[in-house]
């Protein structure tokens, strides 16, 4: 009776505990951070490469890198221009002969994680006396999910003069994140960005 | 099939305990206000708990017991911006309180044999408190077991021979322990089946 009584419990009390996330944007976030001591409202310019990258192979020594799709990838770059466009900067090409106060990189990742849990198939019955137990062996279930993240980054270009290992400095970063759907669609990604610059204020020039 | 089990847990219960005219026995449905820190960090009325109360009667007027229950708060938060020094985090936050108290307690009866007792009661003892603050797919557990302060103030409606209703009020006020830094408190109106 006191396995009832402890079973009827349970089952009541997880019937009625809350829910957390309903739909995939629930897990949406965004992070951004900066270095506080650094002035961005005396820089004009950024430069910025025309491709994504979403993933870097290094075989026998070779590096390639996979580039996301121009569809995909031009709506992702109007996107940030026209929130660089509206702190004030303004974009010149990525070459040799262009001094950009800022560099502007952009990469899209996706993460997938494997868990896997099991469980014992219970049973009560009176055979030679009553009693709970476990059916032998437990059933395993794999499951699996993706993530994608959309990573900006401002870098200061002169800074790498002062560096002791000849780096640029990143002054500001900006991860969005959430639970990939495979819906090719790519407004959470636009909102993320426009959120990035949102709650980044101190990036203006004005 | 809730409904069922709940009838026959409460049933089993109360004839379990409920044999000797010295006890009482309590079990109510119990809602959830959040004050102070708790308050702050999930402002939504909890209508998630379940407390239990047994009685002894040393004498006619005094008892002494213990109370166990559990209250669970949940709020879904909307997408906001948190921001710590130099770092900003935007998102849905969802957050959990859930809260089991297990407390000694010491019950006066202003009529035990009346149709109506009103009575008053302290608790002191622990709870097991957790709290968990879920964004993207990470949850920020904070827990603790604070030493807990319970008055209580309630009505026992003696329906039939040894069944009736309660209704109660309780203020637990939890002292700061573990993760948290300041007190856990909250108050419950419990209504339920008391048995004598």
Known sequence: ??????????????GC??????????????YTTHDEKYTFSDKDTYARPDKIVMDVKIDNGDTTYEYMPDKFADQIFDKIDDNMTALGYDRIPLNGDTDPDLLLTPAALSSTTYFYSYWYDWWYGCYYGCGWGWYYPPYYTISSYTTGSMIITLTDPHSAENSP??????VWVSAGNGLVNYAYDISRVLKSIDQAFKQSPYLTTK | MKRLILTLTIAVAAVTFSKAQNSYVDFAYSIGFGTGDMGDFIKKA???GITFDYRYAVQPNIAIGFNLGWNTFYEEKGSDSYTVDNATLTGKQYRYSNNVPMLATGTYLFSPDEFLCPYVAL???TMYARRNTDMNLYTLEEEGWPFVLQPEVGLRLQA????????????????KAGDFDSTQSYFTLNVGFAFH
Do not use: C, W
């Open chain 1, 17 to 30: 505990y809350p829910q957390g996330p309903e739909y995939v944007e629930d897990t949406d976030v965004v």
């Open chain 1, 165 to 170: 290992i000849n780096r640029s400095q990143t």
């Open chain 2, 46 to 48: 909890s209508f998630r």
């Open chain 2, 123 to 125: 608790g002191v003892g």
């Open chain 1, 1 to 14: 009776m006191k396995h009832f009584l402890k079973a009827s419990l349970v089952l009541l009390l997880a």
């Open chain 2, 160 to 175: 039939a021979d040894n069944v009736g209703v309660l209704v109660n009020l309780k203020y637990l006020n939890g002292f």
